[in-house]
């Protein structure tokens, strides 16, 4: 009988959210991570100032993965709401900003870390932890001085 080492992976998925209150405008993220059999691990609530929803978006992301990371992650499945980014994230949209085009780097340095990432689009009801989480961002970036734009 041959013994297997035990299973060393640890999957995490995620689910990310951005919001912007103006666009740009007030903005936050959100991220609810999660053990592959759905139990809370970690969550992100954090206002990042003045950004445009996309900009929110990916600030998620890249939060959501350091996360991951900082956790011990070897595979990911980040879920978000943002069909812009999944798609992009997945080469399958062109990014033409400028800023995007610097964060979409910084989330693709971050996937190298791990054996495993996968991207899907969740409908926004299914990302409603992830949604609560940036507008709390939000909400603390306010109640700590943050002014929105005139």
Same mark, same amino acid.
């Given at each position: 009988?041959?013994?297997?080492?035990?299973?060393?992976?640890?999957?995490?998925?995620?689910?990310?959210?951005?919001?912007?209150? *103006? /666009?740009?405008?007030?903005?936050?993220? *959100? =991220?609810?991570?999660?053990?592959?059999?759905?139990?809370?691990?970690?969550? !992100?609530? %954090?206002? !990042? *100032?003045?950004?445009? /929803?996309?900009?929110?978006?990916?600030?998620?992301?890249?939060? *959501?993965? %350091?996360?991951?990371?900082?956790?011990?992650?070897?595979? =990911?499945?980040?879920?978000?709401?943002?069909?812009?980014? !999944?798609?992009?994230?997945?080469?399958?949209?062109?990014?033409?900003?400028?800023?995007?085009? =610097?964060?979409?780097?910084?989330?693709?340095?971050?996937? %190298?870390?791990?054996?495993?990432?996968?991207? %899907?689009?969740?409908?926004?009801?299914?990302?409603?932890?992830?949604?609560?989480?940036? /507008?709390?961002?939000?909400?603390?970036?306010?109640?700590?001085?943050?002014?929105?734009?005139?």
């Amino acid at each position: 009988m041959r013994v297997l080492p035990p299973d060393r992976r640890l999957r995490l998925n995620l689910h990310c959210d951005g919001a912007a209150r *103006g /666009n740009p405008g007030p903005a936050g993220v *959100g =991220v609810h991570v999660a053990d592959e059999h759905g139990r809370p691990v970690a969550e !992100i609530a %954090e206002g !990042i *100032g003045i950004a445009t /929803n996309n900009v929110a978006e990916y600030t998620a992301a890249i939060r *959501g993965l %350091e996360r991951a990371r900082d956790l011990g992650a070897t595979e =990911v499945h980040l879920r978000s709401d943002s069909k812009l980014l !999944i798609e992009q994230l997945a080469g399958r949209w062109k990014i033409k900003n400028k800023n995007l085009i =610097v964060l979409h780097r910084k989330v693709r340095a971050l996937v %190298e870390g791990f054996e495993r990432v996968t991207f %899907e689009h969740v409908p926004r009801e299914r990302n409603v932890e992830a949604d609560h989480l940036a /507008n709390v961002g939000v909400d603390a970036w306010l109640a700590a001085g943050g002014e929105p734009r005139a």
